[in-house]
């Protein structure tokens, strides 16, 4: 059908990025308002929470693991760290709270890693797939998240708090900073280190990764524990939006999050997918839902969209595989 | 039962994959009422020719006869049709049902009961305790098939086999897992069957069964086929030659000769069920031959040098200091690399290009700090490919996509890559075409040259012979010889590895 192997090439290897320029092409003459600089950064600041920690699921999944416990993670950060914050700043320490913020947010990121790390010693000590052990602290977060609210959303923040995840910096969203700064960081880490290179060997075949010396098992320890750092990243984020750490937010990410990475073209089976791809998807959503919204189309309706695309970009990747084996 | 003598024929069956010829227009002829043995050395075509007898694949070329009538098999279910049915090395019944399930699995007899279809037990276990009566078999087909031992399962494969009524029964190294009054009894079934002018091919590598079973050997060699002999006139010595062919002097350079300094020296290593006892030497640039058969313990030896399956006991000195083999990271800065049996599962990352692949092992030469280098990178890339002449492409695409000899090579470039001081090759020529076996061999010489040593497991024993300095004889798990090639010959060899095996 296609007369240059070149054309062919470029259609193939990069189907969903035309796919989604034609879909902003189509949106900027149809939808009123969607080519504004000031819409493009709103598309940007909303799928920049889900964003970091999609980058952070990618490297999980290559790696050939899982993490379904994020989106309770991300509920959980913002809820310790509102409680670390009240706590500092109440009676018994009586910290300013331009001191007892920094350490809440730093007790936060470290509490995070250490969960992502305890999910990597379950899977590599005890053999506990990381599926069952994220669907435990999926729960067990979320739990843990209403015990130390006591069910009720805490607000000790003040009003430059709302910097992080409202703010703006040169005139761009900062919490759409913060989501290009982690997107930069993880695509130098997964190209141009041999950590990098190492997560993709382990994904691709553990076996072989170990036989040549490689330590399969703390890769996957990072690899978890660095994406558990990138929820409760989100959640601090997702704190200062809202401006109080509330137990129910988040509810579902994990779902979004692995769609957007599986749209992007990483395999399930591990070893396959890019960085870059997630940034893709991850954008593709967000473009959806922005235009969908611009356009009136009705939530229930993104809902089947969203669920249409996740099957059509997988086809796309599978019959590209297909075509490129033969 | 009906008892016809059936045959089964192939007329110039060939069968090609890109880059290599699996099996070469092969014309033979089997009858029924004898046991036909089919054997050779790995790669020989067994396993094509009776994957093309299965269905499971299709000939380039050539044609398949049950009977003298021509059948084209494009489906397992079209040989299964015709007659020819296979009993796979590996077993396949359903460890939770029956025996009398398992036998009756597909067609199990059903009667109706208030309107509906519903399975007849009473007639399934009647059925089935007929089938296996009428063999001479004695198990009862109430038994769960997974708490009978693998020679049980065994006769219950081919008593499901039998009773199809096949024309051809192909077994495919059916006592690899039994031991030796096992495979007595299955031999009387084997006979039984025979008796009922069944074709029965039988595939095997253990050459001392021949004279037992079979009435004629069948013998192939680089997919083609060498020649049936009766087994009477045949000796084990005729057939050695026939599998190997007339060996090919590639003497290896003169003057390559090991260092005085020994590198490795193991001391009374042991592994449960794997070996005993291992207590050998290999000096700098030594190439040290380990022959055995397979589950002699020789691949389990091997990894517990690297470090993958520790040993239970024993001492490892590596320039008499003694080392604790505990993790393959640990003897790879000690300078150990391994190449392991299986390429495709333990030594490549098969989704990953050739570049990711040779720099696996390496990957803290070509960082600084953890932040790779791509110069230097593209530098190690572009000297392994031209130091082993690895034909590649693109460096960039998925290594699945080489062939086998060059995946090998990828693997060793891997390890050459570390500036290793001892490499244990384990089977590095299966699968490989015979010039790549000649750059294999010559690899292993030229690092000989520069002080690295080998540990070479082969089951290619004309190869170890052309190859090694010294070869250590294997059998169950113990080291039981040590002779230089000059000093033997292949059949004494063989012979070694073989006695009061099974």
Redo the contacts between chains.
Sequence with gaps: MIASPKLRSLLSEGILEIILVLFCIFLSFSAPGFLTAGNLLNVLRNVSMQGVIAFGMTMVIISGEIDLSVGSAVAFAGCLTAFITQTLAGDTFGLPLHVAIPIAICATLTVGFFVGTFTGIMRTKFQVPSFITTLALMTGLSGAAELITNGFPLTPFPSWYNFIGGGYLFGIPFPALIFLLVFATLQFLMNYTSFGRSVYAVGGNAEAARLSGIDVNRVKRLVLGTTALLAALSGIMQSSEIMSGTATTAKGWELDIIAAVIIGGTSLMGGVGRIWGTMIGVVFLGVIMNGMTLLNVSEYWQHVVRGALILVAVLLNLLQKGKSQR | MDSAVHRLETVSLRKEYPGTLALDDVSVSFTGGKIHALIGKNGAGKSTLVKLLAGAIQPTRGSILVNGEEVRLRSPRDALRRGIITVHQELSLVPELSVAENVLLGRLPRKPWLGVSIIDWRTVFDRAKDILTNLGIDIDVRLKAGRLGVAQQQVVEIAKAMSYNPSVLILDEPTSALAQHETERLFELLRTLAARGVVLLYITHRLQELQRIADTVTVLRNGSLVGVVDIAEASTARIVQMMFGEILQRTKPAGLVAREEPFMEVRKLSKRNAFRNIHFTVRRGEILGIAGLLGSGRTELLRAL?G?DPPDEGEILIEGTAVRPSS??E???LGVA?T?ENRK????????STR?NV???S??R??TG???T?ARERAVVEKSIRDLDIAVANAEAPVASLSGGNQQKVVVG?WLN?EPRLVLFDEPTRGIDLQAKQQMFQIIWDMSARGIGSIVVSSELEELLDVCHRILIMRQGEIVGEVRPSDISLDQLFAACMEEQA
């Design positions: 690297f993958a393959p990271m003897m790879k800065r391994l392991p599962e333990q030594g490549l990352v098969l989704p990953l990711l720099c696996l092992s990957l803290d070509i960082t953890g932040f790779l791509r891997k570390i």
